[in-house]
């Protein structure tokens, strides 16, 4: 089992800035991938983007790219997710997910993450 445990969630202006962080118990193999996903009110989950710890590859969604960024603490099991210039369309609650043995393809499929976080939540205010 690996356990999640986000942080740093919270308020903040459009335009603003806010750093969530996602501790893993472990990592489960040497093709250990983490990703974020966040889901609004009433809308599915939807992925935001997702880094292989091998390597430390980043993909993000096109819906982020050049205003989130994804990083890792690889000595501390812990991934970061950036966001910078927030907009009330990023209001949702974010959750770190992490699994093993996923394919580039499917890095921004929910269903091929294990194990998830309970979630921390992320306001944009207009």
């Known amino acids: 089992q690996v356990q999640l445990v986000e942080s740093g969630g919270g308020l903040v202006q459009t335009g603003g800035s806010l750093r969530i962080s996602c501790v893993a118990s472990?990592?489960?193999?040497?093709?250990?991938?983490m990703a974020w996903f966040r889901q609004a009110p009433g809308k599915e989950r939807e992925f935001v983007g997702a880094?292989?710890?091998?390597?430390?590859?980043?993909y993000h969604a096109d819906s982020v790219k050049g205003r989130f960024s994804i990083s890792r603490d690889n000595a501390k099991n812990t991934m970061f997710l950036q966001m910078n210039s927030l907009k009330p369309e990023d209001t949702a609650v974010y959750y770190c997910?992490?699994?093993?043995?996923?394919?580039?393809?499917?890095?921004?499929?929910?269903?091929?993450?294990?194990?998830w976080g309970q979630g921390t939540q992320v306001t944009v205010s207009s």
């Open positions: 997910a992490a699994g093993s043995g996923i394919i580039l393809s499917s890095l921004s499929s929910a269903r091929q993450y294990a194990y």
């Open positions: 472990r990592r489960s193999s040497n093709n250990f991938a």
């Open positions: 880094i292989r710890w091998s390597g430390g590859h980043t």
